[in-house]
């Protein structure tokens, strides 16, 4: 079956860091992949996405390559700010007839002025 | 215009009861999903509802997890004989259609513990 797998936390940057956040998938066919950020005291929402191969997701100064040669999604940010402290969702959606996501376990990240 | 909304956002229940929580979604979304978040997990889906289809269960942890929609209206997800690993966050997505991917929209999920 689909499985995604993200890097361990939490994260710590100071501001304006360098920011990668590492996303492998497994999955049959051609799925969708996405970034979803849960902000604190509020509900998920999509970051960005690509839906085919060498696709880039860009959003808020985040970006995310689609690798079919590595199975890979990594999220970048050049300068993080404060504000980008969340928790940050890797999942796809397959090629099935529902579309529903299959995500991994979050990662934690805090920014410090 | 109104987001998805989730009610209650907290429910403590004790091992054994049965709970029922509720999922308004975004007016004219015809597709909802049901996940599950336990702690220090990603989301898990539970089940899927897209219009008058008959739903896709196939994520439901076990018989004691059902859900029911009324068209492209609320949906309620009830756990009878509650156990403590049914303690997580419940949360629920709507989108317009399935053909092809369109964005899910959250709401800001119920929080349940059993105890």
């Known amino acids: 079956g689909n499985s995604v797998t993200q890097m361990e936390g939490p994260v710590t940057l100071s501001e304006e860091a360098f920011l990668t956040i590492n996303c492998t998938y497994t999955?049959?066919?051609?799925?969708?992949l996405f970034w979803y950020v849960q902000y604190p005291g509020e509900g998920l929402q999509l970051l960005l996405k690509a839906t085919k191969a060498d696709d880039k997701g860009s959003n808020k100064g985040f970006e995310a390559t689609y690798r079919k040669e590595t199975t890979s999604f990594h999220l970048e940010k050049g300068s993080v700010q404060v504000s980008d402290s969340a928790v940050y969702f890797c999942?796809?959606?397959?090629?099935?007839?529902?579309?529903?996501?299959?995500f991994g376990k979050g990662i934690t990240l805090s920014v410090r002025p | 215009g109104a987001g998805v909304s989730q009610s209650p956002s907290n429910k403590v229940t004790e091992k054994g009861k049965d709970v029922e929580l509720r999922c308004d979604p975004i007016?004219?979304?015809?597709?909802l999903y049901w996940y599950r978040q336990r702690l220090g997990q990603g989301l898990e889906f539970l089940i899927y509802?897209?219009?008058?289809?008959?739903?896709?269960k196939s994520g439901l942890p076990s018989d004691r997890f059902s859900a029911e929609r009324t068209g492209e209206s609320v949906s309620t997800l009830t756990i009878q004989r509650t156990q403590q690993e049914d303690s997580a966050v419940y949360l629920c997505a709507s989108s317009t259609r399935t053909s092809g991917y369109n964005e899910q929209f959250f709401g800001p999920g119920t929080r349940l513990t059993v105890l």
């Open positions: 999955a049959t066919g051609y799925p969708s």
């Open positions: 999942a796809l959606s397959g090629s099935g007839a529902n579309s529903k996501l299959t």
């Open positions: 007016s004219g979304h015809t597709a």
């Open positions: 509802f897209q219009g008058n289809s008959a739903p896709d």
